[in-house]
T-cell receptor, first 113, second 111 residues
Framework: NAGVTQTPKFQVLKTGQSMTLQCAQD?????MYWYRQDPGMGLRLIYY???????DKGEVPNGYNVSRLNKREFSLRLESAAPSQTSVYFC????????????FGEGSRLTVL | GESVGLHLPTLSVQEGDNSIINCAYS??????FIWYKQESGKGPQFIID?????DKRQGQRVTVLLNKTVKHLSLQIAATQPGDSAVYFC??????????FGPGTRLSVLP
């Protein structure tokens, strides 16, 4: 009964390095999301995928790319990491899209030096 | 650690007392609201939801109140327990749009 699984849980990068955050859900949900959470701020949407084969920008997409690999998996890539991307990243999924409850992963803490 | 000036509002309550956490939402067209609980080092977890055609909804030890006139949402937790210590935040949604999350309130339960 895993729900939403994110890897890695922790990562330290140097400025300019690239990395990919992986997310998988086992609830057969159509919609998947990537959020970032910064101190004192609410969750901000980076990218989302309303259904397999589609992706769209959210509120803060700059510096990120995503891939909806299949219905289960949605990855977030940082091509050239910047210190401003230091954050906690959460993947979420939803059965019914924007109007349904979001199920979140445990988060991935990324530090960019 | 936290950036200077970006501190979450904090509510401290005695164990056994009732807690009331407030949230002002931004979009008068929002029609669906959720309260989430986030424990330290974990992802947010669903607590309770309410749609705009309701003023009140009750769950187990929790009640959500919605005042659309002033765009205000509150979460009431009865008989607060140590396990309720967490950050709570509300999320608003309008059909066809994505959720918008509030900054959150940190609840501390004092023994």
């Amino acid at each position: 009964n895993a729900g939403v699984t994110q890897t890695p849980k922790f990562q330290v990068l140097k400025t300019g390095q690239s990395m990919t955050l992986q997310c998988a859900q086992d609830m057969n949900h159509n919609s998947m999301y990537w959020y970032r959470q910064d101190p004192g701020m609410g969750l901000r949407l980076i990218y989302y995928s309303a259904s397999e084969g589609t992706t769209d920008k959210g509120e803060v997409p700059n510096g990120y790319n995503v891939s909806r690999l299949n219905k289960r998996e949605f990855s977030l890539r940082l091509e050239s990491a910047a210190p401003s991307q230091t954050s906690v990243y959460f993947c979420a999924s939803s059965a019914t899209g924007a109007t349904g409850e979001l199920f979140f992963g445990e988060g991935s803490r990324l530090t960019v030096l | 650690g936290e950036s200077v000036g970006l501190h979450l509002p904090t509510l401290s309550v005695q164990e056994g007392d009732n807690s009331i956490i407030n949230c002002a939402y931004s979009n008068s067209a929002s029609d669906y609201f959720i309260w989430y609980k986030q424990e330290s080092g974990k992802g947010p977890q669903f607590i309770i939801d309410i749609r705009s055609n309701m003023d009140k909804r009750q769950g187990q030890r929790v009640t959500v109140l919605l005042n659309k006139t002033v765009k205000h949402l509150s979460l009431q937790i009865a008989a607060t327990q140590p396990g309720d210590s967490a950050v709570y935040f509300c999320a608003e949604n309008r059909y066809g749009q994505n959720f918008v999350f509030g900054p959150g309130t940190r609840l501390s339960v004092l023994p």
